[in-house]
């Protein structure tokens, strides 16, 4: 049991494809022997053609719906279907069909067959021969005659035994009810397209219901008409069956319908006229129907023409191809006006399928032949028939097509076309198609020692080729030549000769060869060659190809009993699997230590860097230093012949020469590569490179100038001509990193203007300042720019442990670039928005700028800097203080008084001892984010190498802060710090790390005492002085120091009395 259904697909329009056409030449539908038919002028003959067989007949069955009947000349233009037999007489007669006014239709019927268009549209169906032939335009006119209302068009289809004898009509429109042009079914216009399959009889009917359309399937059998009819689904004005197709999409033995809408809802590629033709066919023998729909209006400048391919999935799943058929893409052609099954025309067990364009050519029109294979169908046309080119005045050629009957009896269905403006058609025979095996039998190897065979009476060493050719063909009798051409070592290395030639007893040694052979089916051919090996060959190595090309000659057939039809030429079978052109080879006979004498080459590479810096392992770029390439490449297996060496490398990198390359036989040429890279091809040797051999070769490049940093690949890969083993190829290819930095030498000097100074200076106030100015200088001295340069200065700010503002940033600047002050206190920071940059800015006012920036990501962060400075565990060290625990809270400090007069006077006591005390110094400097300390930051862009940028800042300082006791010492050493941050960024290596500067500023205590101490001091001397006298003279006294002079009185009393 079967069943039936109907399928619509509508698909968007305005899709445009671009196919590439290839020529295609004649292929098996024959030209010079095509049959031409004719019939009257002006009937449109050939709008419609079928071909027909019935018994051993044969017959084309035209349709000419304008045509007047020769079985009732008063009936004005009802149209007529011709029955032309295929032979030298070509003869047409009309069926007698269509013309009975008096033919029995309905209770409220009468046929009006004037103009009604017979054969609009004819089928067949093949298994027994039953022919369709429709009028669309036949009118029910019994109305307008009991009524006065419109014609009704109906429209009619007569069944036609095989024997086109009898007939039957078929009006599926017609309902007795039905009166007015609105009904549903009054104006249907059935016929205008339909199929035979099976059982049913399908007829497209586009104008029931105001042109939503139908599809009427008629059963045989049971006699039952049914129709589609669905207003919800398709809308009005789609036209829908306007073509209509049945096949087998959802299981080989169900039957299913297709009807094409080509105005389906207003939407989608309307223009295109999609759905206008339908075909249904089973493209890849799966048991299941494909579908072909055309578009002919379809249009990239005006109605080229498309047919659309949806292959069956299972089910009725279709899917679209990727690609759609355009023909030769012409312009105002209409491919796929109409598309045929034509049968399996070229035997290669797919159907092929026909595709008309009947307005190419300026309505000449042309049909194009697609062959059916696995997947599908193929893409290009395998033949194109143009109406021009066969020899008559055809018009619309291609409007209607018509295979699957075999007309000569050569056993492959013939093909017929209609061109009804020129009211003739056409038959074209189908050549049969022959498949050749064909074999090149070779000896395994070849000894180039062994003279065996004699050429010019020398001997010579020679090779016997054979070619052999066996036919297939279905049908084909008799002898067939086959021409070929057979080509020795057809793949020789280039710029050498052929290594052997054949004697055609001429005097040019030629490497090619001509001949023929004559088989017959199923029969094996063989001739021999003897191909001579040339004396001075040196090529030894590579594989001696021989190439053999073949095609059909004549074809010595006897004539059959038919004189009829002329014998065809068979063709060649083509496709993608099948071709004329084979190749076979073999080798020279070697001794070599490996089984298969595999070569074995090796390759290791280096390179060789600048090293202008330390042993950096990377070219920093702006050193234009050349670079060293060292490659050697040595063979660890038997000889290999035309070793090579492939470089491939980046743009940016160039090739200058290679060292002493002529007397390492070197030879480089630059390879075609992409814009991105650059190939280097190097032959290595004198042809061999022998076992064990070995060779240092060196490459010199140079980096381009504006090169960016980066990773540069470079590959170096070693191949031959003969066998290598898959084995060994793992070292034949060398991958090397060359890496490109920005390599960035920043040198920072700094000084102060003044680079000492006295304080403690009791007659000037608390509040009196010093100023300094610092100057640092940043250069770059190579080898590459530096990107994003940045200098942080850091200088103290207070006197640890007190809170009083030591020193402010009155101004700073710098030669180019920006600079800023940030204040940080624990590690983290806030942008106040505050610059200054290559411009002098407006002098700072008095009052401490509390400005901190945010420190960014971009940058390194200080503490990670290692530095003899910032490895102190506070900001002051201290070496005369006891106890350092009070200051581990100074760096925790976050506010400084900036009252800077505001100052604790010193305790005269203090002061007394200090001033005799000894000397001493103390260091200031600054930690990583130190409370007392400023930061300054100086972003000065892109350096050039050689370009250099000062920076100036100036300073106030109230010295009376380093006069607080306890904490001042006799010489007060301020340290500034200046350092080049790096950038992170993995493409810049600084060749001197953290480079740095630090400016000291030296603070010298004058020893100067206040006045009051200076008084008691002297108060204090005057009278411990004169203590110390009353003590001598109290001591003096006691000791009888005074009493002297009496004794001295004495003695010389004595003396007297001698």
Same mark, same amino acid.
Not at 107 to 135: I, P
Not at 529 to 556: K, M, S, V
Not at 758 to 765: H, S
Not at 877 to 884: E, F, Q, V
């Given at each position: ?197 099976? !059982? ?42 306007? @073509? ?56 990239? *400048? ?104 075999? *007309? ?8 017929? +076309? ?48 054979? *070619? ?270 060359? %890496? ?12 102060? @203007? ?94 401490? %700028? ?60 203090? !002061? ?24 300054? *930051? ?26 607080? @006791? ?32 630090? +400016? ?8 100067? %005492? ?49």
């Amino acid at each position: 049991m079967t069943t039936y259904g109907l399928g619509l697909h509508s698909i968007g329009l305005n899709m445009l494809f671009c196919f590439l056409l290839r020529h295609a030449d004649l292929y098996n539908l024959d030209i010079p022997h095509a049959i031409p038919l004719s019939g009257p002028n002006g009937t449109f003959f050939g709008y419609s053609v079928l071909l027909h067989k019935h018994q051993q007949q044969t017959w084309v069955i035209v349709g000419a719906p304008v045509a007047n009947s020769r079985f009732n000349q008063a009936v004005r233009n009802p149209g007529a279907i011709y029955k032309c037999k295929i032979t030298d007489k070509k003869d047409c007669e009309q069926i007698q069909l269509g013309v009975m006014l008096d033919m029995p239709c309905g209770r409220h019927c009468s046929a009006e067959v004037e103009n009604q268009w017979l054969g609009v549209s004819l089928s067949r169906r093949q298994q027994d021969g039953l022919v369709l032939a429709c009028g669309h335009r036949w009118k029910n006119v019994y109305f307008t005659k009991k009524e006065d209302l419109n014609k009704l068009p109906h429209g009619v289809c007569y069944k036609l035994e095989s024997d086109l004898n009898q007939s039957s009509p078929l009006i599926p429109c017609y309902r007795d009810h039905e009166n007015k042009f609105d009904s549903d079914f009054a104006s249907c216009q059935a016929g205008i397209s339909n199929v035979l399959i099976g !059982d049913l009889i399908v007829m497209g009917a586009p104008g029931t219901l105001f042109w939503t359309g139908s599809v009427f399937v008629h059963n045989i059998s049971s006699q039952v008409t049914s129709a589609y009819l669905d207003d919800n689904v398709v809308l009005y004005g789609s036209y829908l069956g306007y @073509s209509v197709g049945a096949g087998h999409f959802l299981h080989p033995n169900s039957t299913e319908v297709v009807g094409g809408a080509p105005q389906y809802g207003q939407t989608g590629r309307l223009g295109s006229y999609f759905g206008a033709t339908v075909c249904a066919v089973d493209l890849n023998t799966d048991g299941l129907s494909d579908l072909l729909v055309g578009a002919p209006m379809f249009s990239t *400048v005006r109605e080229e023409g498309r047919v659309y391919i949806y292959m069956n999935q299972g089910q009725a799943n279709m899917t679209e191809m990727e690609f759609t058929l355009a023909g030769r893409d012409s312009y105002a052609a209409r491919f796929g006006e109409s598309i045929t099954s034509l049968g399996d025309i070229d035997d290669d067990g797919y159907p092929d399928v026909a595709v008309g364009a009947p307005q190419e050519d300026d309505l000449h029109g042309a049909i194009y032949i697609y062959n059916g294979r696995k997947t599908g169908l193929g893409q290009y046309f395998s033949q194109r028939i143009a109406g021009s080119a066969l020899g008559s005045a055809f018009k619309m050629f291609g409007q209607s097509v018509s295979g699957g009957i075999d *007309v000569d009896g050569n056993g492959y269905p013939d093909v017929a +076309v209609g061109a009804f403006l020129s009211d003739s058609a056409v038959v074209l025979r189908t050549r049969a198609v022959v498949m050749v095996e064909a074999m090149i039998l070779l000896p395994p190897s070849v000894n180039r020692t062994h003279a065996l065979c004699t050429e010019n009476g020398q001997p010579a060493v020679c090779l016997k080729t054979s *070619v052999c050719f066996q036919l297939h063909a279905k049908r084909v009798s008799g002898l067939i030549e086959i021409l070929y051409n057979l080509t020795a070592d057809v793949k020789h290395i280039e710029g050498l000769q052929s290594r052997f030639f054949f004697n055609t007893n001429g005097t040019e040694l030629s490497n090619a060869t001509a001949g023929s052979i004559k088989t017959r089916h199923g029969h094996m051919t063989c001739v021999t060659h003897l191909a001579f090996l040339r004396r001075d060959i040196r090529d030894i190595f590579t594989p001696i190809h021989f190439e053999l090309q073949y095609e059909l000659g004549e074809h010595n057939v006897v004539r059959g009993n038919s004189k009829s039809f002329p014998p065809l030429r068979p063709m060649l079978q083509r496709g993608e699997e099948y071709s004329n052109l084979l190749t076979n080879k073999t080798v020279f006979t070697r001794y070599c230590a490996w089984a298969n004498c595999s070569t074995n080459l090796q390759v290791s590479a280096q390179l060789l860097l600048p090293r202008t810096h330390r042993d950096m392992p990377y070219v920093a770029l702006g050193e234009g230093k050349t670079i060293l390439l060292n490659v050697t490449l040595s063979n660890a297996g038997d000889a290999a012949f035309l070793p090579m060496l492939h470089l491939r490398y980046p743009s940016n990198l160039y090739f200058i020469k290679v060292l002493d390359a002529e007397e390492k036989y070197v030879s480089c040429k630059i390879a075609e590569e992409e814009k991105t890279s650059v190939g280097l091809d190097c032959s290595v040797g004198n042809l061999y490179f022998n076992t064990l051999a070995e060779v240092n070769i060196s490459f010199l490049l140079d980096v381009s100038a504006d090169s960016e940093p980066g990773d540069l690949n470079i590959i170096i890969n070693a191949t031959r001509e003969n066998l290598e083993n898959e084995d060994l190829l793992h070292d034949n290819i060398v991958n090397l990193t060359l %890496l490109l930095r920005y390599g960035v030498n920043l040198n920072i000097h700094g000084f102060v @203007s003044r680079t000492e100074f006295v304080f403690g200076d009791f007659e000037e106030p608390h509040c009196s300042a010093e100023r300094f100015k610092y100057t640092f200088k940043v250069v770059n001295v190579g080898p590459s720019i530096s990107h994003g340069t940045r200098v942080e200065i850091d200088i103290p700010k207070a006197l640890a442990p007190y809170p009083y503002r030591l020193l402010n940033i009155l101004d700073i600047q710098s030669s180019s670039g920006w600079c800023y002050i940030r204040n940080s206190t624990d590690g983290t920071s806030s942008t106040n928005g505050t610059m200054y940059g290559s411009q002098r800015a407006s002098t700072i006012d008095s009052v401490w %700028l509390n400005v901190t920036t945010t420190t960014d990501s971009y940058w390194t962060n200080r503490s990670s800097t290692t530095h003899p400075y910032w490895t102190n565990i506070s900001s002051t060290t201290d070496t005369n203080w006891t106890s350092i625990s009070y200051w581990a809270n100074v760096r925790n400090w976050t506010t400084v008084i900036e009252d800077e007069c505001d100052l604790p006077d010193s305790n005269p006591l203090n !002061d007394f001892f200090f001033f005799f005390s000894k000397s001493s110094r103390r260091h200031m400097y600054c930690m990583k984010e130190d409370a007392l300390c400023l930061y300054a *930051v100086c972003d000065l862009g892109d350096m050039d190498i050689g370009k250099d940028v000062t920076i100036e800042m100036e300073v106030e300082m109230n010295s009376g802060v380093l006069d607080i @006791s306890p904490g001042r010492h006799s010489v007060m050493l301020l340290e500034t710090t200046a350092v080049i941050s790096p950038k992170k960024d993995p493409f810049i290596w600084f060749l001197k790390e953290d480079p740095i500067t630090v +400016v000291v500023l030296e603070a010298h205590h004058s020893h100067k %005492l206040k006045r009051v101490i200076e008084l008691s001091i002297i108060v204090a001397s005057l009278l411990l002085g004169l203590f110390i006298l009353a003590l001598l003279v109290i001591c003096m006294w006691k000791s009888g120091f005074f009493k002297r002079e009496d004794k001295m009185e004495n003695i010389q009393r004595l003396s007297w009395d001698y």
